[in-house]
């Protein structure tokens, strides 16, 4: 007699519903997971607990601020998406645990949802932010984000290993922020974490 596990249950978050839709159709058509639903933002997520979160790149930063932490669990498996055609997401399927991008082959979900029940899987930590830069996304651990400075409508991301060099404002970088920080004057934004 063969044993039979119940499906992971999953919830999608995606502003693309026609990628959303394929999603669904082929985790439920090949049997990797029940989708308990789908919502095109974090407002939209009813915040239940689930076993996989497929979630956009560009909505990560709202579900941060959505879970009332700078700490995320590694409870729930996160699977990242990105548009078919959005650039600079090539290299994420080396620094991510799994990162998708359509078309959805069943193939590759096969191998997400084989390697998050291997016994020896070890997810890594999800207290990290997406910082584009220069056509390529980086991950921003918070552990490691000392300070940043702006001028000009530019900013330096100071890190432990690195500085990254983008446009933007401090104003802007704070509110992406789910951890603390302080304003120092208006040049420099300091991270208490």
Known sequence: MTATFPLPTCWI????????????????TQAYGRVLGMSTSVA???????????????????????????????????????????KCTGHLADILDFHLQPPYRASRLGGI?????????????????????????ELIYFSNLLRVRGRDGWLTVQTRGQDYHVAGT???????LPVPSNRINRHLLVIHY
Request: proline share 2%; with cysteine; charged share 30%.
């Open 13 to 28: 978050i995606d502003e693309d519903r026609v990628a959303a839709d394929k999603l669904i159709r082929l985790l439920e």
């Open 113 to 137: 949802f084989n390697r998050r029940a291997a016994r020896n899987f070890e997810p890594r930590s999800l207290d990290f932010m997406f910082l584009k830069v220069e056509c390529r996304f």
């Open 170 to 176: 401090l104003a802007q970088f704070q509110r992406r």
């Open 44 to 86: 939209g997520w009813e915040n239940r607990p689930v076993d996989c979160l497929f979630i956009r790149i560009s909505c990560w930063d709202d579900y941060l601020k959505a879970t009332g932490c700078g700490h995320v669990t590694a409870a729930m498996t996160v699977i990242f998406l990105s548009g078919e055609h959005e």
